[in-house]
Structures are given as C-alpha cells and as structure tokens.
C-alpha cells in the first residue's frame, strides 16, 4: 500500500505466507494464506506485518463500489476467509488475475476488470449484511427472517414501478404498519430501501463498457418514472451525475491511452 491515503481508492490485502495481523475494535485476528482485508493506508496501523510476510494489494477505484463512508468504515479492517464461500470464490479469481493483468488484451482484460469489481461489490454487500447479523439486537428480533425474505422479494421486482409498501406488505401477509417497522429497526425505510437498490442496479448498467443505453431507458427500466428526479436521485448519492457516471466508466475500459489499466487492480508485494 502507499505511504499516505487515496481518497478516491481503497485497497484490498490478499494474504500470501508469512505472519500477518489485523487489530480492529481491540481484537487482534492472524490471517491464514488466502485471507483478504479491505485496507486504507490512513488507518496502516490496523495490519501488523511479520518479518518473513508477502501480500498483494489490490487498488479499486471507490466509485465504482457504491458504497457510502459509514458502510466502508464498517468493514474496513474485517478478516474474510479466503478459504470457504465467497471469499474463496473472490481469492481465486483474485489469485489468478493478478499475474496475468501485464499480459492480458485490452478487451479481455477490461473484462476481468469489470468482473473483479462486481465481484468486491458483491462481498461488501455480504460483509455489510454479517455485520447487521451478527448485532445482538438485531439477531433477537423476530422479525429479521421476514426482512431478509422481503428484501429479496424487492430485488426481484425492482423493475415494477409500483413495487410499494402497500404491495410488499400485501405480498407477505403483513399489514404496512410493521412493514415500516422492520425497516425502522434496520436504520432505514422501504422507501430509501428500494431506493437504493434500484440506484445500484442502474449504476451497474450504466457502467457497462459492452452495451451502452440512454439514461433515460436504463431509469425506466429499473423503476424510476421520472428521468429528471432519477438524475437528482444519483447525483446525491454518488456525487456525479448519471452521464458523468457513465462516461467516467466508459473512458475507465476504453482502450486508448488515457484508460485506465486493468493492472490497477494488481498491487506488490511489501
């Protein structure tokens, strides 16, 4: 990792061999070969290197996350087992991608760009969701089988534009009013909750090199009735508008000069 922090990356810590420490909240966790971490070099005091220690460091571009600084904060720091489930699945294509990211041709290497970003994207969701669960409170409440289970019945109706409380609520046997207060206890709203991953799902289209779409289709598709409110909607969760999303990602893949190198996401060994 460098030497001071980049506020538009943020860097993911594969582990090689050797002895490598995580401190986060006072807990001190040794990390296994294959183990990653998400790192910033603000905060280099959370990784504690051995002598005879390798790692790889991966540098992803933040915007192309999607995640807000509160959710970053949460998981920063956070050991995910490279060897079971997801973290296996994302340190075995990052184990591969990394050698071949000097060699690889522009449009293939764009490729395994994009999948390595969706992929990190991916896990974050999940250690987010751990992070809710593993809440004492949270994990408590009655509720929280239902949440998991209507959350998963917005991502599947996204594209509904008249995907509402009233509708959720009706599809689980549920009355609105504890409906909002499943959200409510979650820090959010069904509103805000919908909101959000409709916004997800259209910066992810939005950002693809391979097929481009209007702003305008790609809002309408995902939910959005109205192109102008879309476009505030965006602007105030990611700082940029749509267009400027879409073109900073274009210009990210485009194989010219100025684009960015897939190598970016291959760090070096300390």
Known sequence: MPARTDGNALYLGMHLRGSVTVVRQGAVSLLKPNDLVFCDPARHHRLRFGDDCAMVFFRIPRCFLGVTEPELERVLGVPVDGGEGLGALVADFLSALAPDTESSRPALGD????TAVHLLSVLLVELLEADTRDDPADASTVGSETLSRIRTYIDVHLMDPDLAPESIARAHHISVRYLH?????????VSQWVRRRRLESCRIELGR???RFTVASVAHRWGFTSPS???RTFRGAYGMSPREWQSLAASAFAPSQDRVPVREFAGSRP
Do not use: E, P, V
């Open 209 to 211: 090199s391979d097929r």
């Open 181 to 189: 207060k499943l959200f409510q206890n979650d820090g959010t709203t």
């Open 111 to 114: 490729r395994h760009a994009r």
């Open 229 to 231: 409110h879309f476009s």
